[in-house]
């Protein structure tokens, strides 16, 4: 196996003059071994369900007459509001095969959510389950560029205003012909997860399946490999789910498995035996889960080969864990909405460090810059860049030029996540530039003092931000979920705090902690700190009233 560096040296890109997401990800296949597993869908105790690329390239070619036969035209969009299912797949190909745009959501949005996005993306077709349609009524009147609505599972009248899908594709021909699309192409608007202010829609071309594979394939270790299956709870709404698994799994050949329930640490332990997981994408949050659960009993029968992280900093904690319980070195990377999978770790190439993202994935021109837009020098705090033209770099957020130039400076986009690169090249997440904590003149990184928090015994879950204060400008203040059997009580807040300030330093350790039952989290299994900014605020003005 190459290393890292004849790795990186080697690779050019290679960007063919026509492509589309649904030819390479369904067409290609059905063609050379139609009966080849893509989708596995794990019931529980029950069999699973399959399905090959040979119904699943026909499936999508008759969903995608049907779509143009109510209009459906190429730069259209179209939301999918689905869970984990074959008819996502078959409906994200669908509507990539009439060279329309996809607007993936995800099913737990309430109304305010999921109108914003409707009405943001300006939705000619929605395609809901059934399960997300009183949701949807709540908002509906608000979309006037919205034609129809397509329900999966629901028993429809052939009157009602409501098209069932799987009566649309028994009754399409499926004489349609394929946009004739180049990498450049739109096909998908994948909404940014909100954690600092409204969300907006980062529209990507065709090419961002392309450019998704030199860092599965990294990550993953040369995937695939024989007998690979992978399997994420990441929602296919997000790009964790879509681009980070699904999509470039499909066109590798790879088996996808998926499951219709909501993630639970000793669940998912027995989902990965019974269906044969060997690759799996586990955010940092996940993976704690997997590690408070885990026993003996546990990891028996588990077959994995490799497993990816992102969306969140992974613990030292949780990487060791995992070496030790699972025998498996985790592969962080790093990437945003806008921009992903372009730093990242690999143990097989020797890219792996507790507490590093790792280095820049081959294919991607990644630096940190200073404010001025300079490079910096190894051990100096900037913030993360990405040169461009890049394959996995969005075209621009939707209807909003103003936006897309401001995460430009000249050929580098400007992330607004600060890191630290050492010596080797290796790549350390501080936090987002909002996120930063001014304490008594100090610049304090959230990620850092949450790890060492989640290092406690006592501490599931944590989100560490910044809580005005008149002296410091701001201090440190940890909101913490416990582990079952821990109880809160102002003495293990006490201990807590000791344990961070023997750790870390005086100046970053929670000078306030409270305990919550839960954390809100993004579509994505991120948490959003900024709920927790505004509570700091609120708990300040509340006492200033006082």
């Avoid at 259209?76 to 607007?103: E, M, N």
């Avoid at 955010?283 to 003996?296: G, S």
């Avoid at 806008?338 to 294919?363: D, H, K, Q, T, Y």
Wanted: with cysteine; charged share 25%; net charge negative.
């Amino acid at each position: 196996m190459q290393n890292y560096q004849t790795l990186t040296a080697a690779f050019t890109w290679n960007m063919p003059a026509r492509y589309n997401v649904a030819a390479a990800c369904a067409d290609d296949w059905a063609r050379q071994e139609p009966d080849r597993i893509c989708l596995i869908e794990d019931r529980g105790e029950a069999p699973a369900r399959t399905l090959n690329y040979g119904a699943l390239a026909a499936s999508s070619r008759r969903f995608a007459a049907a779509l143009a036969a109510r209009g459906v035209r190429r730069g259209d969009r179209v939301a999918i509001v689905l869970p984990q299912s074959f008819q996502t797949v078959i409906a994200h190909l669908a509507v990539y095969r009439l060279g329309a745009i996809a607007v993936p959501l995800a099913m737990r949005f309430g109304p305010e959510a999921l109108g914003f996005r409707l009405k943001a993306a300006g939705a000619k077709l929605a395609i809901l389950h059934r399960d997300g349609l009183e949701t949807f009524r709540r908002v509906e009147d608000a979309l006037p560029e919205l034609e129809g609505v397509i329900v999966v599972g629901a028993d429809l009248d052939q009157g009602g205003d409501l098209l069932d899908f799987h009566r649309l594709i028994a009754e399409s021909d499926g004489s349609v012909e394929d946009a004739a699309t180049v990498p450049d192409d739109p096909a998908l608007i994948i909404f940014t997860s909100g954690t600092t202010g409204p969300p907006k829609g980062a529209l990507h071309g065709h090419r961002v399946v392309l450019g998704h594979l030199p860092g599965i394939r990294f990550h993953h270790e040369s995937y695939p490999q024989p007998g690979d299956r992978i399997w994420t709870p990441s929602d296919w709404a997000w790009a964790g789910g879509l681009l980070n698994v699904l999509l470039p799994s499909l066109q590798l050949g790879v088996p996808v498995v998926f499951s219709a329930e909501r993630f639970r640490a000793e669940e998912a332990y027995l989902l990965m035996a019974r269906q044969k997981v060997k690759n799996a994408f586990l955010p940092a949050t996940a993976l704690r889960m997997l590690e408070a659960a885990t026993n003996a009993e546990a990891v028996k029968g588990l077959r994995l080969r490799t497993i990816a992280s992102a969306g969140e900093s992974l613990p030292a904690a949780t990487y060791d864990w995992a070496r030790r319980a699972l025998s498996i070195t985790v592969n962080e990377f790093y990437g945003q909405t806008e921009c992903n999978m372009v730093l990242g770790s690999s143990a097989a190439f020797g890219v792996s460090r507790a507490g590093a993202i790792g280095r820049p994935v081959p294919g991607h021109r990644v630096a940190l810059l200073d404010e001025d837009g300079q490079e910096v020098s190894a051990g100096t705090p900037g913030t993360i860049a990405v040169r461009a033209p890049d394959p996995v770099m969005f075209l621009n957020y939707w209807q909003d030029a103003e936006a897309t130039a401001a995460r430009f400076s000249g050929d580098w986009l400007i992330t607004g996540d600060q890191a630290v690169m050492d010596e080797d090249g290796y790549v350390a997440f501080v936090g987002r530039d909002d996120d930063i904590i001014t304490s008594a003149g100090y610049r304090i990184g959230p990620g850092e003092v949450e790890n060492c928090l989640l290092a406690h015994a006592a501490v599931k879950l944590v989100a560490v931000v910044g809580k005005p204060d008149p002296l410091r400008t701001e201090i440190v203040k940890a909101y913490v979920v416990l582990k079952d059997g821990w109880p809160a009580s102002d003495a293990l807040a006490g201990e807590i705090q000791r344990f961070v300030r023997t750790r870390l330093s005086a100046h970053e350790y929670p000078r306030e902690i409270a305990f919550v039952d839960d954390m809100p989290l993004t579509t994505s299994g991120k948490i959003i700190r900024r709920v927790f900014r505004e509570r700091a605020v609120a708990e300040v003005a509340e006492a200033f009233r006082g």
